[in-house]
């Protein structure tokens, strides 16, 4: 594409595409140039620009090649394999290589999903910070069962984690709450998140009430609707991309005490 152009006939804006299975055609452009290309540019107005996008949807696609993964390549405990894929991404300087996609569901079983920040991670599991009323807290709440997924599409991976949640213990949040820059300490008490307000200018003035109620303070208390939730994981799936969609899947699954490994087919 080269880019949003006017015609000499219309102020209409519009774009100029290439369309492939046309045959040889010349081009007349407005410059009086003249050119023969095999797949002929055509102007289509802006306004139309997004049913072409919905007639190329099913060309979009990537092959996959970088890397190969087999049961015998994976570390024997998946946080361990977790913890060398995960610094690769960061070694790789991926943008928030710690973004990862939270899955929860309501009581009767409805699906939600949503970005957050991995914060921490071990034995013990993956924590992530939010505010305890919100429609995750909600959900959590009523149904303490959550996924986790990282795509990192630069290194063709994903990991799938599923598990239990609970909530960490409240030093823990404290301690990390004040790590965080003041301005997101603000944030957090100002913000009744997921709840609908009537405009932005509520939330900026719940903002500056909470700046002048901790003038002065640059580590702030914590809010009693804020905190930490940690996933347990009984499932780890490692995925890495490859030729002809034969991806490479691997799968973690308690068993008793120990980590049983598998192959899935793609």
């Known amino acids: 594409m080269n880019g949003a152009v006017f015609d000499f006939f219309s102020n209409i804006p519009k774009i100029l595409v290439c369309v492939p299975d046309f045959c040889a055609a ?3 452009f407005p410059n009086g140039k003249k050119e023969e290309r095999e797949h002929p540019l055509f102007l289509i107005p802006l306004s139309h ?13 990537q092959h996959y090649a ?9 570390r024997p405990d998946p946080v361990a394999q977790f913890a060398y894929w995960f610094e690769e991404a960061i070694s790789s300087q991926l943008l928030e290589p710690n973004a990862m996609t939270l899955a929860t569901a309501t009581a009767n079983g409805r699906p939600n999903a949503r970005t957050v920040l ?3 991670y071990g034995s013990q599991g993956f924590t992530f910070f939010t505010n305890y009323e919100s429609q995750k807290g909600a959900e959590l709440a009523a149904n303490p069962q959550a996924a986790l997924l990282f795509t990192w599409l630069e290194l063709q991976r994903q990991i799938r984690i599923e598990g239990r ?3 960490i213990d409240t030093e823990v949040s404290l301690a990390y709450f004040q790590s965080r820059p003041r301005e997101s300490q603000i944030g957090a008490w100002a913000s009744s998140q997921s709840h609908v307000i009537e405009g932005r200018e509520v939330l900026e003035k719940r903002e500056a009430a909470m700046e002048l109620k901790f003038a002065g303070l640059e580590k702030l208390p914590l809010p009693p609707n804020w905190g930490g939730y940690r996933v347990i994981p009984d499932a780890f799936e490692f995925w890495q991309g490859r030729l002809s969609r034969l991806h490479d899947r691997i799968l973690y699954t308690r068993e008793g005490g120990e980590w049983k490994i598998e ?4």
């Open 263 to 266: 192959r899935l087919a793609p």
């Open 26 to 28: 010349k081009v007349d």
């Open 165 to 167: 949640v609970e909530k």
């Open 66 to 74: 970088l890397e190969s993964l087999s049961e015998t390549d994976v």
């Open 118 to 120: 991995l914060k921490d």
């Open 49 to 61: 620009l997004s049913l072409l996008s919905h007639m190329n949807l099913a060309e979009l696609r």
